[in-house]
């Protein structure tokens, strides 16, 4: 077995392992790293539940492999807020109930933090484009988009 | 782990991309954006034996650069966000600009890349139905040396290019628009980002006279390559633009010069139907964003 050695900042951590070059960011999160708040829905770069930050940018983990990652900076939900602490996004979602199931909720997180930062005032429809990359089968997006105007207004 | 094996090389310059591609052949895949490629692998549809990973070249193929007289040249490794957030393109490149947001969803733009979407030459992708509308020239290089290609020439059927196995794209270029000139672009797909079912570009000249000097409509979707309605835009050319006259070159485009399938998202007769609507919009942008 081949094996590419990777290191690879992961929440502030400097993580260094060797890896199979086809190991997915998904999955080496999950499974080598146990950080199992990024969620794996369809594995083709459609639902959007396994959205992490690499270098700040808001991608689709599994459509990225843990090799590529090396020198570069990834944040996962984990890095977010506590149970007792929750970051202000996180906070707004479960005052707006934004989840349900919560299964997409990690990645709903990671693609609105970085949306956010850049676009901290936005509209309805630019709430609605910068998560339809996202599937959510419970909630039917209202209180997501809600939940954002929530997080919006308290910058 | 999804992916069946493959030998990973992420080589840090376009030469020893090159000499990997000379040395790898047909066993080699480039990994640019992996947008497509990756899911292509998860599935295990494609199971290169060597994968290429170019993504160190961003210093040396991530550009965007306006040229002396008004055109563009793009790096084959800009990524869509890039492109869609370009001052340089707002300004030279309308069209380009008009499609962008229609690529799939944020997360995919921020790993795509040009060059990644014109050699996949997927028949639902927007930018080579942009790189055909706007007759771009495709930057190719090898080990045996660069050429350059037409757009028109470079698309050769269903995920195919004039790519040999040992070449890679590494830049697009555009020559700027004529004065008194508009775009448009829409397409219909099911939910927004998805891969749309049809769509139409239009590109459309203004004489001082307030008649179309020239036109260009690039049909998405509705055949193996990006389809180019001639005779509608001829219909166009010489008259001055009214409803009557969109619904004239709309029908031809959509009885004539598009070549739709049944599948199992539309079947040909609505995609037919989708292109004759999509023309007329598509004309009425292009024509306002003159005026504009």
């Given at each position: 077995m081949n094996t590419f050695p990777l290191t690879v900042t992961i929440n502030g951590s400097e993580i260094v392992r060797d890896v199979e070059p086809r190991l997915l960011l998904s999955d080496?999160?999950?499974?080598?790293?146990?950080?199992?708040?990024?969620?794996?829905?369809?594995?083709?770069?459609?639902?959007?539940?396994?959205?992490?930050?690499?270098?700040?940018?808001?991608?689709?983990s599994c459509l990225m492999l843990a090799a590529q990652t090396h020198g570069q900076t990834v944040q996962t939900v984990e890095s977010l807020g506590t149970p007792d602490n929750l970051h202000p996004l996180q906070q707004a979602f479960w005052e707006s109930h934004g989840l349900?199931?919560?299964?997409?909720?990690?990645?709903?997180?990671?693609?609105?933090?970085?949306?956010?930062?850049?676009?901290p005032s936005p509209t309805e429809a630019e709430?609605?484009?910068?998560?339809?990359?996202?599937?959510?089968?419970?909630?039917?997006y209202q209180h997501i988009v809600e939940a954002v105007q929530r997080a919006a207004s308290r910058d | 782990m999804k992916p069946a094996p493959f030998d990973y090389l992420v080589p840090e310059t376009l030469t020893?991309?090159?000499?990997?591609?000379?040395?790898h052949g047909d066993e080699a895949k480039l990994l640019a954006g992996g947008q497509s490629l990756i899911p292509a692998m998860n599935?295990?549809?494609?199971?290169?034996?060597?994968?290429?990973?170019?993504?160190?070249?961003?210093g040396e193929l991530a550009y965007i650069k306006a040229t002396a007289n008004g055109g563009l040249r793009l790096g084959a490794l800009t990524r869509h966000y890039q492109v869609e957030r370009s001052p340089l393109v707002a300004q030279h490149d309308p069209l380009l600009q008009q499609m962008m947001p229609h690529i799939a969803h944020p997360q995919i733009r921020n790993r795509g890349t040009l060059g990644g979407s014109l050699a996949h030459a997927d028949p639902a992708a927007e930018l080579p139905v942009w790189a055909i509308a706007r007759q771009a020239t495709l930057t190719i290089q090898s080990e045996r040396g660069s050429r350059q290609v037409?757009?028109?020439?470079?698309?050769?059927?269903?995920?195919?290019?004039?790519?040999?196995?040992?070449?890679?794209?590494?830049?697009?270029?555009?020559?700027?628009?004529?004065?008194?000139?508009?775009?448009?672009?829409?397409?219909?797909?099911?939910?927004?980002?998805?891969?749309?079912?049809a769509g139409v570009a239009a590109i459309v000249?203004?004489?001082?006279?307030?008649?179309?000097?020239?036109?260009?409509?690039?049909?998405?979707?509705?055949?193996?390559?990006?389809?180019?309605?001639e005779r509608a835009a001829a219909t166009v050319?010489?008259?001055?633009?009214?409803?009557?006259?969109?619904?004239?070159?709309?029908?031809?485009?959509?009885?004539?010069?598009?070549?739709?399938?049944?599948?199992?998202?539309?079947?040909?007769?609505?995609?037919?139907?989708?292109v004759r609507v999509l023309t007329q919009r598509a004309l009425v942008q292009a024509f306002e964003a003159v005026k504009n």
């Open positions: 080496f999160l999950r499974h080598e790293l146990g950080l199992t708040g990024t969620h794996v829905g369809c594995e083709h770069g459609v639902c959007g539940a396994c959205t992490v930050l690499v270098n700040g940018r808001s991608i689709r349900q199931c919560g299964f997409c909720t990690p990645g709903f997180l990671m693609t609105l933090i970085p949306f956010l930062e850049e676009t709430i609605r484009e910068a998560i339809s990359g996202n599937l959510c089968r419970c909630t039917g | 020893a991309v090159l000499a990997a591609l000379t040395q599935f295990r549809l494609a199971r290169p034996g060597v994968l290429v990973d170019i993504n160190r070249l961003e037409a757009a028109s020439d470079f698309f050769t059927g269903l995920f195919a290019t004039d790519l040999a196995a040992d070449e890679m794209v590494t830049e697009v270029a555009v020559e700027p628009l004529p004065p008194r000139s508009g775009t448009g672009f829409v397409e219909m797909a099911r939910r927004h980002g998805d891969y749309a079912l000249t203004l004489a001082a006279d307030g008649r179309c000097a020239a036109a260009r409509l690039v049909c998405l979707n509705v055949g193996e390559v990006p389809q180019v309605a050319v010489g008259q001055r633009p009214t409803a009557d006259l969109f619904a004239a070159a709309a029908d031809i485009a959509a009885r004539e010069e598009i070549d739709p399938t049944d599948d199992i998202h539309a079947s040909a007769a609505y995609k037919r139907h989708l």
